[in-house]
T-cell receptor
Framework: DAGVIQSPRHEVTEMGQEVTLRCKPI?????LFWYRQTMMRGLELLIY????????DSGMPEDRFSAKMPNASFSTLKIQPSEPRDSAVYFC????????????FGPGTRLTVL | RKEVEQDPGPFNVPEGATVAFNCTYS??????FFWYRQDCRKEPKLLMS???SGNEDGRFTAQLNRASQYISLLIRDSKLSDSATYLC????????FGDGTTLTVKP
């Protein structure tokens, strides 16, 4: 099993540019989560999906952030326009469901906005 | 007040020491509890679930106190490889992570 796959692993961009982060969950998992981690704020849940449907996006910081899950094997997190304060590590995680609560995290995308 | 609060740390202990971390949570409706481990510049990984009756996995023991709304993690005979950040996770529909406690085990 390949685990959760995220791309890119590192992204450096300039303020104002659009950034798209990608995630492929583990096959058969029906929940997907996007997190952001910084030293100041720790690990924050941004949004999560069940069966490709967004369930809770209350953690999305503002309208510049959007997330989609067009099918069970792919999700994107988009930031447009990006700002320096968006610099963080963004993790995607998936969970099988059906009473199994362990979340499996991807390796993360380290985003730097200059 | 944060939903999940952990000992701030850092904890610096010698090999072989016993160390304990606590984590308090504010929502009495919380349903499930976990400890995750995160190594430097890596993703979090599940260490163990926390059950009402307490549970043990080798040198690690996790306990839950619903009345006082805290969970704990005890590590016995600590190893150099236990050095990491330990994250407390509380679920009420969705997962809320604590800020983590950093442990450094020294020779």
């Amino acid at each position: 099993d390949a685990g959760v796959i995220q791309s890119p692993r590192h992204e450096v961009t300039e303020m104002g540019q659009e950034v798209t982060l990608r995630c492929k969950p583990i096959s058969g998992h029906n929940s997907l989560f996007w997190y952001r981690q910084t030293m100041m704020r720790g690990l924050e849940l941004l949004i999560y999906f069940n069966n490709n449907v967004p369930i809770d996006d209350s953690g999305m910081p503002e309208d510049r952030f959007s997330a989609k899950m067009p099918n069970a094997s792919f999700s994107t997190l988009k930031i447009q326009p990006s700002e320096p304060r968006d610099s963080a590590v963004y993790f995607c995680a998936s969970l099988r469901g059906g009473g199994v609560n362990e979340q499996f995290f991807g390796p993360g995308t380290r985003l730097t906005v200059l | 007040r944060k939903e999940v609060e952990q000992d701030p740390g850092p904890f610096n202990v010698p090999e072989g020491a016993t160390v304990a971390f606590n984590c308090t949570y504010s929502n009495s409706a919380s349903q499930s509890f976990f400890w995750y481990r995160q190594d430097c510049r890596k993703e979090p990984k599940l260490l163990m679930s926390v059950y009402s009756s307490g549970n043990e996995d080798g040198r690690f023991t996790a306990q839950l106190n619903r009345a006082s709304q805290y969970i704990s993690l005890l590590i016995r005979d600590s190893k150099l490889s236990d050095s990491a950040t330990y994250l407390c996770v509380v679920n009420v529909g969705k997962s809320t992570f604590g800020d983590g406690t950093t442990l450094t085990v020294k020779p």
